[in-house]
């Protein structure tokens, strides 16, 4: 079982409210990942990180923000969430490629955000 | 990365082997081939992945073609609880990303 965990499972929120998906691992991945999965459709990669204090975007677009304080955690911050917004969220991790080796991406179970 | 095309969909009665294949005619030498899969509302789960050799684990067996353009996952006895989207991924180790796409989704029959 991988040690990844994604809180809240489900949120129902307002618009215009500020809310926070919490991503955590205990694995010591550097890598981590948001990617955000409308029901039937492919997975976009929307953050990413390679450490501490590494942020990048991903290939969708997103008014969310995301942070890496912490090895362990990469949390998710939309300012102001419109009802777009609404989507599954879903955090990875994955080690650090070494001498060319592939790498596997762990998952979490998702936060699945409905924005009324 | 290079780009797969997979089958939207299949079906596959309870007990007997599914073979879900995956082209990858742009694959790069240094390109890898993974599984993925992905039950309804939950995150995708590692299943397999490899590089020109077949490969075998407790959930799958991988079949790469010997020019590398195509290969098949296979369980070798489906359950019920196999059913859910596959996704077949290339990416060279160490990569930006990995790239989804829409996967094929199965249905195992009782």
């Known amino acids: 079982e991988a040690d990844i965990y994604q809180t809240p499972r489900y949120l129902v929120i307002g618009t215009g409210k500020k809310i926070t998906l919490e991503c955590s691992q205990t694995?010591?991945?550097?890598?981590m990942y948001w990617y955000q999965q409308d029901p039937g459709m492919e997975l976009h990669l929307i953050h990413y990180?390679?450490?501490?204090?590494?942020?990048e975007k991903g290939d969708l677009s997103s008014e969310s923000t995301v942070s890496r304080i912490r090895t362990e955690h990469f949390p998710l911050t939309l300012e102001s969430a419109r009802p777009s917004h609404t989507s599954q969220y879903l955090c990875a991790s994955s080690p650090l490629g070494q001498g060319g080796r592939s790498e596997k991406l762990f998952f979490g179970s998702g936060t699945q955000l409905s924005v009324l | 990365d290079a780009k797969t095309t997979q089958p939207p969909s299949m079906d596959c009665a309870e007990g007997r082997a599914a073979n879900l294949p995956c082209n990858h005619s742009?694959?790069?030498?240094?390109?890898?081939v993974y599984w993925y899969r992905q039950i309804h509302s939950q995150g995708p789960q590692y299943i397999i992945h490899?590089?020109?050799n077949n490969e075998t684990n407790e959930m799958a067996s991988l079949i790469i073609t010997e020019d590398r353009k195509s290969s098949t996952l296979i369980l070798p006895h489906a359950t019920l609880r196999d059913t859910a989207v596959y996704y077949c991924i290339v990416r060279v180790a160490s990569g930006n990303q990995f790239y989804f796409g829409t996967g094929t989704s199965l249905t195992v029959i009782p």
């Open positions: 742009t694959i790069s030498g240094n390109e890898y």
């Open positions: 990180s390679y450490g501490v204090n590494s942020t």
């Open positions: 490899g590089l020109k």
């Open positions: 694995m010591g991945h550097d890598k």
